[in-house]
């Protein structure tokens, strides 16, 4: 079974440009969510899609929005990019339901977003 | 706030020796999992505890979830230089937070020949 897929691996932008960045789940998996990693901060949650609907969200300002797609795949959009959201962007996806709340969730190999 | 406190931080070590990273809570997680990480990648899960008290063995690591669901433990005996890597802990909060997970700031580890 195919993993997780994530494009454009590497991305240099400016500030004050909006990107996209896209995620293909796991076949099968109808949970997609998505995380910033940096030094400073360690891994965290963005927000989370399940059959097209935003399920959850982080404490992200409204510069960062996704979607998802009928197929599961998920984009994610950072719009005005400032120096700060320089980080490695990683999307997980899942099953999206379990029992006990139980949440596997398996990564991408990530974006490496670079803003200058 | 950082729910997840994991320690330490950082871990050098030489070949064959033991170790252990402890994960803490004050929130009880209906499942914890760990993940291993390489540079440029992304993370790799190694296991899911779910049950207080559990206890997990994948070769010579061993992974253990507290009896009140709000800590766990990786131990790896043995310790080669193929473990090098960041060992991230995060916890399933469960419920309405079901695709949410959150993360331990991550052990660095290093292991020496």
């Known amino acids: 079974k195919a993993g997780v897929t994530q494009t454009p691996r590497y991305l240099i932008k400016t500030r004050g440009q909006q990107v996209t960045l896209s995620c293909s789940p796991i076949?099968?998996?109808?949970?997609v969510s998505w995380y910033q990693q940096t030094p400073g901060q360690g891994l965290q949650f963005l927000f989370e899609?399940?059959?097209?609907?935003?399920?959850n969200k982080g404490n992200f300002p409204g510069r960062f929005s996704g979607r998802q797609f009928s197929n599961s795949r998920s984009e994610m959009n950072v719009s005005t990019l400032e120096l700060g959201d320089s980080a490695l962007y990683l999307c997980?996806?899942?099953?999206?339901?379990?029992?006990?709340?139980?949440?596997?969730?398996?990564f991408g190999p990530g974006t490496r977003l670079t803003v200058t | 706030t950082q729910l997840l406190e994991q320690s330490p931080q950082f871990l050098s070590i030489q070949e064959g020796e033991n170790l252990t990273v402890y994960c803490n809570s004050s929130?009880?997680?209906?499942?914890l999992q760990w993940y291993r990480q390489e540079p440029g990648e992304g993370p790799v899960l190694l296991v899911t505890v779910v049950t207080g008290g559990e206890v997990k063995k994948l070769k010579r690591l061993t992974f253990q979830f507290g009896d009140a669901r709000k800590d766990s433990s990786l131990h790896i005996t043995a310790a080669q230089p193929g473990d090098t890597g960041l060992y991230l802990c995060?916890?399933?909060?469960?419920?309405?937070?079901?695709?949410?997970?959150?993360f331990g700031q991550g052990t660095i580890l290093t292991v020496h020949p």
């Open positions: 997980a996806s899942s099953l999206g339901f379990g029992r006990r709340g139980i949440n596997e969730q398996y």
């Open positions: 995060a916890g399933a909060l469960g419920g309405t937070s079901y695709g949410k997970l959150t």
């Open positions: 929130s009880v997680f209906s499942s």
């Open positions: 076949s099968g998996h109808r949970s």
């Open positions: 899609y399940f059959s097209e609907t935003q399920r």
